[in-house]
């Protein structure tokens, strides 16, 4: 946990901060021990009363532009496909093995052979569960390596 100092410093106008290690000031605690910390400060001229650490600018977003962060979270929030990998008669096992592994990002050999499998003997088969955007793309991957597949949305979640 870090160690948070709210209070006022009082400054005068050629006053410099520029904590150095083991001042009270520039401790901290955790993980992040090394990061720094943009603040914003204001010097008032002489007369003024010196100058004082004012709170950080908080930047907003242009309207129409969406951060980094409302992407993941809008993508979090989009209901869940399920991409439905078929049985067929053309294609060997070992080779539907390499295509789940090359196509699906982090597919183990176990997880691909069970998916095989499990396919070969019930018709079909769960590969991954996932947004809609990334379902369709595994989707058209898969085809396009010569499987059948096909995506439909995931009842209840992930």
Do not use: W
């Not at 943009?38 to 007369?47: D, E, I, K, Q, R």
């Not at 979270?73 to 053309?90: G, Q, T």
């Not at 003997?121 to 390596?145: F, K, P, T, W, Y």
């Amino acid at each position: 946990m870090e160690t948070a100092i709210c209070s006022r410093i009082a400054l005068s106008p050629n006053h410099v901060v520029n904590p150095k290690p083991g001042d009270k000031l520039s401790q901290h605690r955790g993980p992040c021990a090394n990061r720094g910390i943009l603040m914003a400060v204001s010097v008032s001229g002489p007369g003024k009363g010196g100058g004082l650490l004012e709170r950080p600018t908080i930047e907003k977003t242009t309207p129409g532009r969406e951060s980094e962060f409302d992407l993941k979270k809008s993508r979090k929030m989009a209901p869940p496909y399920r991409v439905i990998l078929h049985n067929d008669n053309y294609n060997k096992r070992e080779y539907v093995v390499q295509v789940l592994m090359k196509v699906i990002p982090g597919m183990t050999l176990d997880n691909a052979v069970n998916i095989m499998q499990e396919a070969h003997h019930n018709g079909l088969a769960v590969v991954i569960i996932c947004s809609q955007v990334d379902a369709e793309e595994h989707c058209m991957q898969l085809r396009g390596n010569g499987l059948h597949s096909s995506i439909e949305p995931a009842s209840g979640g992930c």
